[in-house]
């Protein structure tokens, strides 16, 4: 199991309970983002932005080129797959 596996914010689920929904590699997920959000970067402006996701929370906020480099990673470490797996059985 890896630590994190990178997404991207498509949209804002509840920002009171800071909930957004990422994508990771075409899985949508409800993830918390509490984390990354502050008073300078709002939930709302979140949108688009590269995230590292681990057990449903976006950890870090990373730029897109770190999260294609990760991902290629986790593929060659045959993480990915079960990751995805994992999503895909848990839901929403």
Known sequence: MCLGIPGQ???VKD???HLAVVD???IQR???VACIVSDDRPIE???GDWVLVHVGFAMSR???DEAAETLKILEK???VEEELEA??????
């Not at 999503?87 to 929403?92: A, I, L, V």
């Open 15 to 17: 920002p009171i309970r």
């Open 24 to 26: 990771v590699s075409g």
């Open 62 to 64: 990373i730029d897109e």
């Open 77 to 79: 470490l045959g993480e």
């Open 30 to 32: 409800d993830v918390n």
């Open 9 to 11: 914010i498509v949209s």
């Open 45 to 47: 402006k979140c949108i």
């Open 87 to 92: 999503m895909r059985t848990t839901g929403t």
